[in-house]
């Protein structure tokens, strides 16, 4: 589950990094656009309306894309993505039992896609409490119950954006412990994103003591070819940071006596 408390700092780009990264390990991921802004659907070629206008809509939609990928095969669920219309949206279907049903029968034909991790690319100060995440989640869970969660955070190298996610997660974690979704939460890892090459040791050492709150923390170079990325996902470039954060979120899941099911 990729998580931030601000918009513009590199969820959806890490949420690709770290799916191109899994599907050349041979890995099935389904990646759920959750974002209202759709970057991730944008950029593998999703033209239609999301799932959720699709359904509001009464129309069969195209918001799924399937990629060949290396050794792995990556699916993109344009979940929401489709601006403005968003709250509204999500007003209809609450408000509506036959349009709740419709969406959640799309959906679960979706999930039922053979997957080995499921990564859910979230708008920012997303909450599983929330209305619009609700719609997703219990779906979801109705068909794999006590699936894990290895939540990754987000956020920027300035001061007050770290504190803020801070501020972020323990909030998080109370409205997790107090709405009891069935969501069993395994690790989490903090990265910062975008930090200038000239800063890296002085975040390193501002850092240092989130080392014993997180399974890991890692520290993504300001890479220029990254920013605003807008070329196919399998060219994506590849980072040794990415590599080592799939690397600790496997070593959850690889091991037999845990029998995680695998979604994050």
């Not at 601000?6 to 099935?28: F, N, R």
């Not at 050794?71 to 219309?85: C, I, M």
């Not at 850092?207 to 605003?228: A, H």
């Amino acid at each position: 589950m990729i998580l931030g408390s601000k918009g513009g700092v590199g969820k959806s780009t890490i949420a690709l990094l770290l799916a191109k990264q899994l599907c050349s390990l041979g890995k099935k991921v389904l990646l759920v656009d959750r974002d209202q802004l759709g970057y991730v659907s944008w950029l593998v070629r999703i033209k239609g309306k999301g799932l959720v206008a699709s359904t509001v809509d009464n129309e069969e939609g195209d918001y799924l894309k399937q990629l060949d990928m290396s050794n792995g095969a990556l699916t993109v669920l344009k979940f929401y993505g489709d601006g403005p219309r968003f709250y509204n949206d999500i007003k209809n279907i609450n408000s509506n039992k036959d349009l709740l049903e419709s969406l959640q029968r799309r959906y679960k034909d979706v999930i039922k896609i053979k997957h080995d991790f499921v990564i859910l690319d979230n708008k920012s100060h997303s909450f599983p409490s929330s209305r619009e995440i609700e719609l997703e989640l219990k779906a979801y869970l109705s068909l794999y119950p006590g699936t894990s969660s290895y939540r990754v955070f987000v956020t920027d190298s300035h001061k007050i954006d770290i504190e803020n996610s801070l501020y972020f997660i323990s909030t998080l974690d109370r409205k997790v412990n107090e709405n009891k979704l069935g969501i069993r939460v395994i690790a989490q890892s903090f990265v910062i994103n975008m930090v200038l090459p000239q800063r890296m040791g002085e975040i390193e050492e501002q850092t240092r003591s989130l080392r014993s709150s997180f399974d890991s923390v890692i520290l993504l170079p300001f890479l220029e070819e990254l920013y605003g990325f807008t070329g196919e996902v399998k060219d994506i470039p590849n980072l040794k940071e990415i590599n080592k954060l799939t690397s600790d979120i496997l070593k959850f899941y690889d091991d037999p006596s845990k029998n995680f099911k695998r979604s994050f």
